[in-house]
């Protein structure tokens, strides 16, 4: 149980939803939950992380690989396929009307369906049951995956089962017509077979750059039949005719190796490794693919699974958001990253966001490090991007990529928004005003530091990212002599619908920390590699000291004294105050974009997601508790929760203040966006859809940080549990400066077990009571419950999320 996601029946109207709900992956490829008989108009995809195209002057955006699962069966000469079939009441009622239509009355009805996955060992399965016109039952069922272990192979096994005896052909093989959002990215398609003509492969090469794509496909058919091969313009494929007895599964295999020039490799060499590496998946066989794959991923599970006694739902929709960052996780490369919509396709062109930083970082901190590096690496590698970018808009240091790819070059545009109304693209400053990104990067990087100790990654050019995004800031910063203050002028938060405000909180105060952190790192680094130290500072116009002035004397704005209130930015609160349903009453549009030049909420104080509330949970320890509950219950009426990134941050804060049943609609919320697929889908006329790893980190955050209530700042690791009513307890493992720990906070006590093979002993701290745990040690701790303060939190005007 809690293992398995599961739907029954057929709907076309899901066919997107449970493409993105369905994805299986490795984090070099991602697979889209689509059905073997779909196509490009069913958004079937193939994303290969990290490789971008570009046709014309279209959006840049990852390019979707040839699809080497394609397949269709067909009985006695009809589609056993789910878009065809007859839907028996449908049919029922076509035949009373006499009516019939390109399906034909012939079509074979869907009697039964089911798509599922299996999260512990990352295993789609898709079972159809079809009656034919001759009355046979047929079953379709099939298992796929993406294998752990190979990053280049994904593994198919479908097989067909008729109640009566008959012939049935199967045409499987390769289809290069994809869905592309803004392509096509793949020219001149070739496609062939090896000598023996047992494996077959598409090859392509992408239009901007000319990089090679293969994907090569060995396939075994269990119970012969008889082959011919079939070559299109963009196909190949293999026909195969063959008869089945009652009640007897005709199995076959397919081996799809799917291989890029990414690294340069010509495409003489991209070809030779897939076709390669196909025949030899084929000779290795499905079994053994398929166990070693599923040991790959119960090492994941052993540290980072966690279990929710009391609440099914909970516990599921956790074990989803985790697998979901687990498919897309970069751990073998720190030349890719996170793109916001994960490997489910096109959307925000396959960009990496801010999201990696703030809301998936950590969950790898405390369960894959080594993932965690990478991320951060990407950051380094890109950092000639960032630079770029600051040099484009005449500042100095480094101003990361609002979107970013593979050089780090900024894939936003200026007018990322078209009018829902005419159509005409609308200027919008994600890309100039949102610098809180580069302070987010230095972020990641001291983050990545404090959790793991380990310095190399400042060392190996993360101090060097943090010092030239801090002197980006100090050119980009305003010092306002009246006040004898730096001043963040002209940016936009993280809420999005207020552009180009002056004062940010959330920004000044990630600003001050990226000052911080630039000085704390640059320290290292002298002590460690002195001349690289002295030439980072001989190449810059700014000094240590210079930085250090800005730190100190940088205004972020502070709680009221009398009613504990941050202001979002400069004369927020001389904005129209509207309430949210009276805001969306307004809307002339439903995808009508709320924010900009002039949108409906640009006026009001309606915000799109958490921005003074985030930082008062990144920053929790310098706000007092009733500073914490004024400003979340100001707020959250106020927040549209327009994005996948605010609904955990509330759940968050709501923990963090002792009201986690308040807290508890937030988190679910986000735990279950990819599993009820209920997200917004456009902004504007721009389709947004896909799976949300922002979300998917926010719930493991949420459920981890906010109820288990685990901080850990690199020396001491607290806990202040709030678990929500429903929950017994939570138990999950963590990885704290290389040491192993399972911790279980249950209602009063919280028991930490330390691995035997940890170096050193943790300085651990429940509700305020400290203690040591040494390798190997257990311990029990009873704490009192804090008092719920959930009513504190209540408010006259609910966002729609509901208590
Ligand atoms: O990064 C986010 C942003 O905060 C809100 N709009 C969507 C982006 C990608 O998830």
Redesign the pocket.
């Known amino acids: 149980m809690s293992w398995i996601v599961r739907e029954s029946g057929f709907d076309p109207e899901r066919i997107a939803h449970h493409g993105n709900k369905f994805m299986i992956g490795n984090g070099v490829l991602g697979y889209r939950g689509t059905l073997e008989e779909f196509g490009k108009s069913e958004l079937t995809a193939t994303i290969v992380a990290g490789l971008y195209d570009k046709v014309g002057d279209k959006w840049r955006e990852p390019v979707n690989a040839p699809n080497g699962l394609a397949t269709a069966v067909f009985w006695d000469g009809a589609p056993l396929s789910v878009l065809k079939a007859v839907d028996p009441a449908d049919a029922g009622a076509r035949g009373k009307a006499g009516e019939g239509d390109a399906r034909g009355d012939a079509s074979p009805e869907l009697v039964a369906h089911e798509q599922a996955l299996d999260l512990r060992r990352a295993v789609h399965r898709r079972r159809s049951v079809f009656r034919t016109a001759d009355g046979a039952e047929v079953a379709i069922t099939s298992e796929r995956f993406c294998s752990a272990v190979r990053p280049e192979l994904i593994v198919s096994r479908i097989a067909v089962e008729s109640s009566r005896e008959g012939e049935f052909t199967i045409v499987t093989g390769i289809d290069g017509d994809v869905w592309d959002i803004n392509g096509p990215h793949l020219e001149r398609i070739e496609s062939g077979t090896d000598a023996a003509g047992e494996v077959l492969s598409l090859t392509a090469w992408t239009q901007e750059l000319g990089i090679p794509v293969t994907v090569a496909e060995a396939a075994e058919v269990r119970g012969g039949g008889e082959h011919q091969l079939l070559r299109e313009d963009l196909s190949v494929r293999r026909r195969i005719q063959m008869r089945c007895r009652a009640g007897e599964p005709v199995e076959f295999v397919k081996y799809v190796a799917v291989w890029t020039g990414q690294d340069g490799a010509p495409a003489r060499d991209v070809r030779t490794a897939s076709a390669q590496s196909a025949r030899e998946a084929r000779q290795l066989g499905y079994d053994r693919l398929l166990q070693e794959h599923a040991d790959r991923w119960e090492r994941k599970w052993e540290t980072s699974d966690m279990t929710v006694e009391g609440d099914e739902e909970a516990q599921l929709a956790l074990r989803y958001s985790m697998y979901q960052l687990h498919i897309i996780a970069p751990d073998r490369s720190e030349r890719v990253s996170i793109p916001?919509r994960g490997l489910s396709g096109q959307v925000?062109k396959g960009a990496v966001?801010?999201?990696t930083e703030m809301f998936m970082l950590p969950f790898f901190l405390h369960t894959a490090p080594e993932v965690a590096r990478n991320l951060m690496m990407y950051r380094v590698h890109t950092l000639d991007g960032a630079k770029r970018k600051a040099a484009e808009y005449g500042y100095d240091g480094a101003f990361y990529a609002w979107e970013s790819q593979e050089t780090g070059d900024d894939a936003c545009t200026l007018f990322n928004v078209n009018d829902v109304f005419t159509g005409r693209p609308m200027r919008t400053y994600f890309r100039d005003k949102q610098v809180h990104i580069s302070a987010d990067v230095a972020y990641g990087i001291w983050q990545y530091y404090a959790f793991t100790g380990d310095e190399s990654l400042l060392l190996d050019g993360g101090a060097e990212v943090a010092w030239e995004c801090a002197k980006f800031f100090y050119s980009y910063g305003y010092f306002n002599p009246r006040k004898q203050r730096y001043e963040i002028l002209d940016v936009t938060g993280?809420d999005?619908y207020h552009e180009r405000v002056n004062n940010n909180a959330f920004t000044n105060r990630m600003v001050k920390e990226c000052l911080r952190v630039a000085l704390d790192a640059m320290e290292i680094l002298r002590s460690r590699n002195p001349e690289r130290y002295e030439a980072l500072l001989a190449e810059s116009a700014v000094s240590p000291e210079q930085i250090r002035d800005m730190h100190d004397r940088l205004y972020v704005p502070q709680p009221d004294a009398k009613d504990g209130l941050i202001e979002q930015f400069d004369r927020y609160y001389t904005l129209e105050d509207v309430s949210l349903p009276d805001l969306k009453g307004r809307m002339l549009h439903p995808h009508e974009y709320l924010g900009g030049g002039n949108g409906p909420a640009t006026t009001t104080q309606i915000l799109?997601?958490a921005d003074v509330v985030l930082m008062l949970h990144l920053f929790k320890g310098d706000y007092a508790p009733s500073v914490k509950q004024a400003n979340w219950a100001y707020y959250e009426p106020r927040t549209e929760h327009g994005?996948?990134?605010s609904a955990c941050i509330y759940a968050l804060v709501a923990a963090d203040t002792g009201s986690p049943d308040w807290g508890y609609p937030y988190f679910m919320r986000t735990a279950t966006i990819d599993l009820t697929g209920e997200s917004k889908q456009y902004v504007g006329d721009l389709y947004?859809g896909g799976t949300h790893p922002?979300a998917n980190g926010g719930a493991w955050m949420a459920a981890i940080q906010g109820f288990a209530g685990l901080r850990y700042d690199g020396n001491q690791a607290e806990l202040r549990p709030a678990l929500p009513s429903a929950w017994q307890a939570i138990e999950f493992p963590v990885c704290l400066r290389g040491g192993s720990y399972r911790i279980r906070v249950s209602r009063g006590e919280v028991v930490i077990k330390a691995s035997g093979e940890n170096s050193t002993a943790m300085r651990f701290s429940v509700r305020d009571q400290e203690l040591a745990v040494a390798p190997g040690q257990e311990v029990r701790v009873p704490y009192e419950a804090a008092g719920s303060l959930d009513g504190q939190l209540g408010s006259a005007r609910p966002s729609g999320v509901k208590h």
């Open positions: 916001a925000y966001f801010w999201d993280p999005e799109k997601q994005s996948s990134l947004i922002a």
